[in-house]
């Protein structure tokens, strides 16, 4: 007799490892792919350009259900009305007004190495239910790639304050304070950020080394648009985005780890 562990599933990568279930404690934990073995919920709203109409899309197995996202939007467009929140906290993001709206699909899905990806034009973002203060310590992780270089916001609140802001060797971790780093982001490359915010310190991490760090952090910061739209030129193209109100740094390989299984980016 085999007993098959329902928190551990088979797919067609090899084992499948949930990741909220193995680092609980997320505020908020948005992803295209299913995250907690309990989580029931659906993965995105959509909203199709033929008619308006809108859909919940949920999972088949721990992947988007990007057949049902096909068949409901055809040749048309597919924009993402609302993320849903599986950490429990119920902070889903979205976004009401239509031309600002992200795409998930366009006639086909979105999507890089197989996956599907959100993309967010300069005008276009989704918005936390309500903004969040993180000037204590903080981790976050974020998928993500942009097509242009200069200003690229990520996490931005309505008064410009930065929770983080890819500008080239200085990273603004917020208005007052940037974190120096070895390389730039590329432009149309697909990274894996991870970001330690501690009192006395920040880290940044890209695909699971170290780039970057500072001392003693200074100005407040706020969690609200993902992505930030205020000083943004580039389109963001995004898969999932994980937020600890805490230091996670020895957990922080792991999780790295287990993102990248999913999602294959370095």
């Not at 562990?5 to 997320?26: E, F, H, K, R, V």
């Not at 390989?253 to 294959?264: A, G, L, R």
Request: hydrophobic share 30%.
């Amino acid at each position: 007799m085999f007993l098959i562990n329902p928190y551990i599933l088979q797919t067609s990568g090899g084992s499948y490892s949930y990741l909220l279930d193995d680092y609980p404690g997320a505020y908020v934990a948005y992803s295209t792919r299913k995250l907690s073995s309990t989580y029931i919920g659906s993965c995105i709203r959509i909203r199709r350009s033929s008619d308006n109409a809108e859909q919940d899309i949920d999972f088949v197995g721990n992947d988007l259900d990007t057949a049902s996202i096909s068949s409901f939007c055809g040749a048309g467009v597919g924009y993402v009305v609302k993320w849903y929140d599986q950490s429990g906290n119920a902070e889903d993001k979205s976004n009401s007004t239509a031309a600002n709206q992200p795409i998930i699909y366009n006639n086909g899905m979105i999507t890089r190495n197989g996956k599907p990806y959100i993309s967010a034009s300069s005008s276009q973002w989704l918005q936390l239910t309500s903004a969040q203060n993180v000037s204590g310590s903080f981790t976050f992780f974020i998928t993500y790639e942009k097509d242009a270089s200069g200003n690229q916001a990520i996490l931005l609140d309505g008064s410009n304050t930065y929770a983080w802001l890819d500008y080239g060797l200085n990273q603004y971790h917020s208005t007052n304070f940037t974190v120096p780093i070895s390389s730039v982001y590329n432009v149309n490359t697909l990274y894996l950020n991870n970001t330690i915010s501690l009192p006395a310190s920040s880290s940044i991490y890209r695909n699971n080394t170290l780039i970057g760090t500072a001392g003693t952090k200074s100005g407040s910061s706020y969690l609200n648009r993902l992505p930030g739209n205020a000083s943004r030129s580039a389109t963001i193209h995004f898969s999932e985005f994980i937020f600890y109100p805490s230091d996670k740094t020895s957990d922080s390989p792991d999780i790295n780890n287990n993102i990248n299984n999913y999602f294959s980016i370095y």
